[in-house]
């Protein structure tokens, strides 16, 4: 089981910018898929981005062409860098790694304890 650490969360004012870390145990080229989720109070987790080993990329359509997912193998980081930030983009925002190539977060088994970001009108 791999260890996941998220940085990088905070609060800003609508349209700023965030970018996102998530720390590996153990080097993230064997990680398979890795993803970013999101939750917010009351609501279910859902799939934000994912990423496989190859860097192929995939994004819930509420972030595509704002938000960006990349990793960093030889740093075994994950990345979210999140510009164009709405308020609805509030959310305790969780990193995960798993074996199917999906935004279900149902199917990840290691998850990260989470970073709060918190956009204000």
């Known amino acids: 089981q791999v260890q996941l650490v998220e940085s990088g969360g905070g609060s800003v004012q609508a349209g700023g910018s965030l970018r996102l870390s998530c720390a590996a145990s153990?080097?993230?080229?064997?990680?398979?898929?890795m993803g970013w989720f999101r939750q917010a109070p009351g609501k279910e987790r859902e799939g934000v981005a994912i990423i496989d080993s190859s860097g192929t990329t995939k994004y819930a359509d509420s972030v595509k062409g704002r938000f960006t997912i990349s990793r960093d193998n030889v740093k075994n980081t994950l990345y979210l860098q999140m510009n164009s930030l709405k308020p609805e983009d509030t959310a305790m925002y969780y990193c995960?790694?798993?074996?199917?190539?999906?935004?279900?977060?149902?199917?990840?088994?290691?998850w990260g304890q989470g970073t709060q970001v918190t956009v204000s009108s």
């Open positions: 153990r080097a993230t080229d064997g990680l398979g898929c």
């Open positions: 995960a790694a798993g074996w199917i190539w999906t935004l279900d977060a149902s199917f990840y088994a290691s």
